[in-house]
């Protein structure tokens, strides 16, 4: 290909590296551009002695992202939900804790997500199903994979995909071990090894004209960069609580708010490297309505505390908070589907990529898959513009054989 004809991704989260990686693999020249010093987007991982992201993270092992790190060699070490932390798992129903949840939650957890329809609330539906104090306390689980302060008001069939798949047994959940910080350093090092050109604390203000773009930034940064006020779609706003507190023995592993959304998760459970020895890494999102206050959800992330981890106060040794707005995903309202999300193909040669744009998946999910399918239109593009200039393009890539999305050949020439 023309070394001019490359392509440039603006971000370097989890979508611009995806992106990135399979447009090298498509035997693309590509840049990518990270206004950040670091790489990692949300994603990023905190540097020091608590090794924390923006709010709970975690890969869900039936997704397709799975797959396609795996065959590449990314995954990496993975840490599993203990089994011995398994009687710890509270509930908060009914104003206390509980070790079990509604049998009616569960009887809703088990139906397929493509029973549950599109064009209604999933508290409506659920309501019909299994009453509606089993409905709302579905809703209020569901909220794990939401970030959003009302998934009863959400679409059935989106809030019915994100229960089935919190509640799954075994657990589908499954966490890179030092952090999320670590699979973003592998990624990177296979994009540089792709020849991946990779600039940091960089930020692009304009788009640039020469070859295709992939803008994988924020929805709020992408409209900025595009000049397109139409790049809106429904998210939520959360609180996001970080502690750091001696353990002790009893100590919840997980506090699942049944009440209203919440949850809380001792993340050194299952990866004790994320904090110093003796201590536990707690990390909490609380969704919070349009008229509440990130002081609102960090007071019923402290209630949560107070029953999960009793005299977590005096045991206190760091903590943060936070408020995201804008950072946690698109949730679907009733009759629309991931579809109707801003659209991947902008026209002129741009794409978008991201969590909130028309892709499917469950959180970081929608990253990946908008990633890839932005790439591979980018690579469609440029092999367009070069055979109508009447050259031939160069088509390596990686080992395998494996077609893309545009029906390129992916052997290694």
Not at 82 to 106: I, M
Not at 225 to 246: C, E, F, N, P, Y
């Amino acid at each position: 290909m023309n070394p001019r004809n490359r392509i440039t991704v603006v971000g370097g989260g989890l979508a611009g590296l995806t992106a990135a990686i399979t447009g090298a693999e498509s035997g693309a020249a590509v840049t990518l551009w990270e206004a950040h010093h670091t790489l990692g987007g949300r994603a990023r991982t905190a540097e020091g002695a608590y090794r924390t992201n923006e709010g709970p993270h975690a890969l869900y092992r039936r997704g397709p992202h799975w797959a396609w790190l795996k065959q590449r060699g990314l995954l990496g070490p993975l840490a599993s939900p203990p089994a011995r932390e398994g009687a710890r798992f509270r509930f908060h129903h009914g104003g206390s804790l509980r070790a079990t949840p509604p049998l009616g939650l569960l009887r809703l957890a088990r139906r397929k997500a493509e029973h549950a329809p599109v064009d209604t609330d999933f508290m409506t539906w659920a309501t019909a199903l299994a009453g509606p104090a089993a409905a709302r306390a579905a809703a209020h689980f569901a909220a794990v994979a939401l970030f959003h302060h009302d998934p009863g008001s959400l679409s059935a069939a989106f809030v019915q995909e994100r229960l089935r798949r919190a509640a799954a047994l075994p657990p589908e959940a499954r966490y890179p071990t030092g952090g999320w910080g670590e699979l973003i350093d592998r990624m990177a090092g296979y994009a540089w090894n792709l020849g991946v050109r990779i600039e940091t604390a960089v930020r692009i203000d304009t788009v640039p004209e020469d070859g295709p773009v992939i803008v994988a930034t924020s929805m709020s940064a992408a409209r900025r960069l595009l000049k397109d006020d139409g790049l809106r779609w429904t998210g939520g706003r959360t609180a996001l609580l970080d502690i750091a507190v001696r353990g002790r023995r009893g100590d919840a592993f997980v506090v699942s708010d049944l009440d209203a959304p919440g949850w809380l998760e001792r993340f050194t459970a299952q990866d004790p490297s994320l904090a110093p020895a003796g201590e536990q890494l707690v990390q909490g999102q609380v969704p919070v309505g349009p008229g509440e206050s990130r002081a609102d959800g960090v007071a019923r992330a402290e209630h949560l505390l107070d029953l999960g981890f009793p005299g977590w106060r005096a045991r206190t040794l760091w903590r943060r908070d936070s408020l995201a707005t804008g950072r946690t995903g698109a949730v679907d309202p009733p009759g629309t589907t991931w579809r109707d999300r801003p659209r991947i193909d902008r026209g002129d040669g741009v794409y978008l990529a991201g969590d909130e744009v028309a892709a499917p998946g469950v959180l970081s999910e929608v990253s990946f898959n908008s990633g890839i399918e932005a790439a591979s239109l980018a690579v469609r593009r440029l092999k367009q513009a070069e055979e109508a200039a009447g050259s031939r393009p160069s088509r390596p890539s990686r080992p395998g054989g494996t077609a893309d999305p545009a029906g390129l050949d992916l052997k290694r020439a």
